[in-house]
Structures are given as structure tokens and as C-alpha cells.
């Protein structure tokens, strides 16, 4: 007989222990036993269990593709659906995020909000389908799933806790993950109220967000981009903070950081949002929006000198400057 037990991970940690031993038991009598797990329960179950873990890969880009076409083909139209892939794509790609599509949950998380919400890419605000919203539908998702599996479809206070609130206390932690301790310790911050939450986290994190918390308190993330992203809300959300951090966020190791963290502060002006994401058409069609501020402060111009080119590519109208016209001048 073969015994499959999906998701491990997904129930009270106190009741590990107990799985364990049942899977044992069974075990002994000479039956198969499958178990899936997200990775934050390896080495406890390979000890436990004496057991090699066997890791499944991530899609491919061929069948995220197949997948997102086949999902949302009888709600959308076939250009339709080939534009909201290329925007998906476009913004996962400019921080590396790919991962993002590559576990079946995920993409299925994802695909699910363009089901519930046909405005979602084509609202005016959508010419860029901006990264961060993105992630905001994706964490959003994942609380969807959490409440389907406890049988709660609309309010969180149901299951004990505003999801909005308990995705803030990833903030704190992110931003330790994400910078060093000479660049941390500028801020002052007392994590106090943070070390509870970490300490939760190291019996294992319900959303999947957080794999591990190592021994001097660590939070280690999933995926970077996951932890940049936190990082960068809890600096939106202490912009009096962020000019302490304006050296180190200008260094070649945070650029992420500070890319996703340019997009969040732009998330409500096209202009500036063309500006990050190169796009020419774009500026020029929004720039009578030029006199508008991001929620930093900054004009579109002040945006673009910041991604200043250290050496940039010297053009004429009519072509390019030549090797010669460079030794003529």
C-alpha cells in the first residue's frame, strides 16, 4: 500500500513530532510513504526518518507559459492573454524575480487574481503592470489559499489576526537579512517586538515566506526578492529613516533594493514609472506629468539622474559619433 501525505509542513508544529511517529509506524508494517514539504522541514525529517529528500524542480519558462494560457484562455482573448504574460514577465525580470513563476502554487496564486479581477492589467495605471503590485497580489494569494484550506473565504479576523498586520512583522527582519550590521546599526532600531515574531517563524512559517531562523536570530527568506521587497516596505513606511541609508542604498551590491524601492515610491505616477523601466513611449506620452512628485519627493528628472550611466554611449541625430569624430575633437 503507498500513503501519501501532501503538505507536512502545513500542519501545527506541535503535531510534527506525532506525524513522524506515525509515519514510522506505518512504515515498519511495510507500506510506502510519500511526503511532500516545503523545505524548512528537511533536515528534521531526513534525521527522524533517515531519509534522502528528493527536490522537485521548478517549472520552466515553456510550461509557466503553456500553464498561464491554458488557465486564463476562456476568460480572456488571445492577445489579451499573451499581453498580461509579456507584463508579467517584463516585471519579474527587471529584479530577478522568475522564481516567482516557477512553483505550480505560485503561479496558480497568481494566475487566480487575474480570474477574480478582469481590470486588474488593463486600468489606466496598468500601461506598466507595476512589480510591487504584483507581489502584493502574490502575498495576497497566498492568504487566499491559507483561508481556503481552513474553510474562511472573506474576513481574516475569522482565523484570528489581520494578514495585513502580520505581513508587517516580515518588514523588520527583511531589512536585517538585507543590509549589513555597520548599515543596519545606523538606524537605531530596537527589535524587541520582532524577536517574537522570529521565534514563532523558527517553529516554521505558515505562508512559506521565511524557510528558516538560524540560531542568532536570522530570518533567512525563500527567495531574496522576497526579503527586498519587505525591506523596502518597512522603508516606505519610514522614509524619515531612509536618508540614513542613502550611501549604501546607492551601492552596486543593494541596486535591487533600491530599484524595488524607486517602483514602490512610484507606484502612482506613470511618468516616473517609465523612467525606472527605460520605457521612451511612455515618457513621452506622460510628460505633462512632469511636475509631479513620487512619494519621496521627487521629480521625474531628479528620478532619472539618479540612474545616471557612468559611461554613457555619445549619439548624433543623424547616427552614431565615430571612432574618427572622437579623434578629430
Not at 107 to 133: A, C, G
Not at 149 to 164: A, L, P, R, S, W
Request: glycine letters at 4%.
Amino acid at each position: 500500500m503507498y500513503l501519501l501525505l501532501d503538505g507536512l509542513d502545513e500542519i501545527d508544529s506541535d503535531c510534527i513530532p506525532i506525524a513522524l511517529k506515525f509515519i514510522k509506524n506505518i512504515s515498519s508494517l511495510g507500506h510506502r510513504v510519500l511526503i511532500t514539504s516545503r523545505e524548512n522541514l528537511e533536515q528534521q525529517v531526513s534525521h527522524e526518518l533517515n531519509i534522502f529528500p528528493i527536490k522537485i524542480e521548478e517549472l520552466t519558462e515553456e510550461q509557466q507559459r503553456t500553464y498561464i494560457q491554458e488557465r486564463l484562455q476562456d476568460f480572456y482573448q488571445e492577445d489579451e492573454v499573451e499581453h498580461i504574460i509579456n507584463k508579467i514577465y517584463a516585471n519579474v525580470d527587471i529584479v530577478n524575480s522568475r522564481h516567482l513563476l516557477g512553483v505550480p502554487l505560485q503561479l496558480f496564486m497568481i494566475t487566480e487574481n487575474f480570474l477574480n479581477n478582469k481590470n486588474l492589467w488593463t486600468e489606466s495605471d496598468q500601461e506598466i503592470f507595476v512589480l510591487t503590485k504584483m507581489y502584493k497580489i502574490f502575498f495576497q494569494g497566498k492568504k487566499m489559499h491559507q483561508l481556503r484550506k481552513v474553510g474562511v473565504h472573506e474576513h481574516e479576523d475569522q482565523i484570528g489576526f489581520d494578514f495585513d498586520l502580520y505581513l508587517e512583522q516580515y518588514e523588520l527582519p527583511a531589512l536585517k537579512s538585507c543590509l549589513d550590521t555597520t548599515t543596519f546599526d545606523k538606524l537605531k532600531i530596537n527589535l524587541g517586538r520582532s524577536q517574537k515574531f522570529l521565534e514563532k517563524l523558527k517553529i516554521g512559517d505558515p505562508f512559506g515566506i521565511v524557510s528558516r531562523v538560524t540560531d542568532d536570530n536570522q530570518a533567512i527568506f525563500n527567495h531574496q526578492t522576497y526579503a527586498e521587497y519587505f525591506a523596502c516596505a518597512w522603508m516606505k513606511n519610514n522614509l524619515d529613516k531612509v536618508s540614513l541609508l542613502q550611501d549604501d542604498l546607492f551601492t552596486k551590491k543593494n541596486q535591487n533594493l533600491r530599484l524595488i524601492f524607486d517602483i514602490m515610491m512610484a507606484e502612482n505616477s506613470a511618468l516616473h514609472l517609465a523612467v525606472i523601466y527605460r520605457h521612451v513611449e511612455l515618457v513621452s506620452k506622460h510628460l505633462d506629468k512632469r511636475e509631479v512628485k513620487d512619494e519621496c519627493g521627487r521629480s521625474p528628472l531628479q528620478l532619472l539622474c539618479t540612474y545616471g550611466v557612468e559611461h554613457p554611449l555619445l549619439q548624433k541625430n543623424r547616427g552614431n559619433i565615430s571612432k574618427r569624430d572622437l579623434e578629430t575633437r
